[in-house]
T-cell receptor, first 112, second 113 residues
Framework: TQLLEQSPQFLSIQEGENLTVYCNSS?????LQWYRQEPGEGPVLLVT?????EVKKLKRLTFQFGDARKDSSLHITAAQPGDTGLYLC????????????FGTGTRLKVLA | EAQVTQNPRYLITVTGKKLTVTCSQN?????MSWYRQDPGLGLRQIYY???????DKGDVPEGYKVSRKEKRNFPLILESPSPNQTSLYFC????????????FGDGTRLSIL
């Protein structure tokens, strides 16, 4: 059972379009992190959201943490080819374990 | 430079031949993890360590062992590798588990024939 489900799994869009990636769980997370992974490399952190309802912006990327801390979203405005990559949400489960869980991933391709 | 170093980067070996993938971090991080990444299955945690001599199973621990004798090192041991352990492996570390991000090594691509 995957604790963090991401949608969509794959996304191919034209440069300049907007998109939203969703990360959903039935479990509560202490925080959620978003990473981007390039082929052949390890994931690299984009942002950490901690408080329910929190919104963080990183240039054209906007991240939101759900009020109940069970879900998050990543919105990209005016996507560029440099945004191409695998986007992963991840975080520590809130209680009963010290595991760190990754989402299923969203592979984004932005066409010029 | 702050980094997580894992070795080897690539390894092709045969079923049953014991192997160790090393992982070392220079950031004095407490939390360290091993993950495997497989197409369609994403990144799955194999084992993690909260601190020296404190390790626990992740979601896919079968067939793997780890140890944490020093804070900086967290080797992954496959005592009798099998083909279903062919995968891309990542070591990661973080200052703590809750709010601090995981810093990843460059990965080890392991093929077991």
């Amino acid at each position: 059972t995957q604790l963090l489900e991401q949608s969509p799994q794959f996304l191919s869009i034209q440069e300049g379009e907007n998109l939203t990636v969703y990360c959903n769980s039935s479990s509560v997370f202490s925080s959620l992190q978003w990473y981007r992974q390039e082929p052949g490399e390890g994931p690299v952190l984009l942002v950490t959201v901690v408080t329910g309802g929190e919104v963080k912006k990183l240039k054209r990327l906007t991240f939101q943490f759900g009020d109940a801390r069970k879900d998050s979203s990543l919105h990209i405005t005016a996507a560029q080819p440099g945004d191409t990559g695998l986007y992963l949400c991840a975080g520590p489960l809130f209680s009963g374990t010290y595991k760190y869980i990754f989402g299923t991933g969203t592979r984004l391709k932005v066409l010029a | 430079e702050a980094q997580v170093t894992q070795n080897p980067r690539y390894l092709i070996t045969v079923t049953g031949k014991k192997l160790t993938v090393t992982c070392s971090q220079n950031m004095n991080h407490e939390y360290m993890s091993w993950y495997r990444q497989d197409p369609g299955l994403g990144l799955r945690q194999i084992y993690y360590s909260m601190n020296v001599e404190v390790t626990d199973k992740g979601d896919v621990p079968e067939g793997y062992k780890v140890s944490r004798k020093e804070k900086r090192n967290f080797p992954l041991i496959l005592e009798s590798p099998s083909p279903n352990q062919t995968s891309l492996y990542f070591c990661a570390s973080s200052l703590d588990r809750v709010h601090q991000p995981q810093h990843f090594g460059d990965g080890t691509r392991l093929s077991i024939l």
